[in-house]
């Protein structure tokens, strides 16, 4: 891990000597492809699993869209999500890597796209995902959220799904939370029963989300 550990100090350096740019940075997948090392060992095994803040499995990544995962790791970098793994990762990378590592995952999940419409949920479910109108920023299929910077979430893991609406609903706790204003309306309402019920639900419909194994990797 030589290579990568001086790929991430030139990064560090990068990112303390760059002047914060505001123009949106170029995305640059095959650029992304050599920054993702430290990535894979995680995101791109099937079933692997965090046991922080409990035992679930870490997010399907690849085929997320890349604005949703820029602003992501950035609320990561910035503390707005307090998840200390990612946290550590997410300052290694300055706005360029993000950017690249964001196109690489996007790319990477490129395949069919979900069908328009998912059905009638179950009648308990309906009413949980009326409640807070959850289909008009996620999208109807929950795969075409109305702005690329909200995520999709149709066949994301259910137990991740669970972890993070609960972390929407966390204050004042140092390594657990996240404070994006608009999710915490949403998940402050609802029952830890109620939200395990959506992730539950959300996690069965056919998605874009993936996660590739990276054989050559290992
Ligand atoms: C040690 C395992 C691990 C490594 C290494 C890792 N991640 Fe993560 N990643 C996680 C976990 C666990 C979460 C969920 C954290 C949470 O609950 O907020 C996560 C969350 C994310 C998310 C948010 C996903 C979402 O749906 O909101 C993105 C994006 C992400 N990681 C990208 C990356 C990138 C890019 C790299 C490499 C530069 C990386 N991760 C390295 C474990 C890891
Ligand atoms: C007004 C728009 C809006 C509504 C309504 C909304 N969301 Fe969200 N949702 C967002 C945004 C924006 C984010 C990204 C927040 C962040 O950056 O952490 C998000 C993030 C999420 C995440 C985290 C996904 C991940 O990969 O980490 C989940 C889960 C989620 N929403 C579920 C729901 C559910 C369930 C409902 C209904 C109860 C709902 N949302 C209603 C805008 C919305």
Known sequence: MKTSS?????????????TVSTAAQAQDAKAGSTKVAMCIGCHNIPGYQSSFPEIYKVPKIAGQNAKYIVASLNAYKKGERKHPSMRGIATTLNEQDIADVAAWYEQ????????ATVG???????????KANCESCHGKNFSTPIDPTYPKLAGQHADYLYVALKAYQTDHNPHVGRSNAIMMGMARPYTHAEIKAMAKYLASLPGELKTVELSEFR
Do not use: H
């Open 120 to 130: 009638e949920p179950p009648a308990d479910i309906a009413k949980l995902l009326a």
């Open 108 to 115: 990477l999940g490129k395949g069919a796209a979900a069908p």
């Open 6 to 18: 001086l790929a991430t100090l030139a990064a560090v350096l990068a990112a303390a000597s760059m």
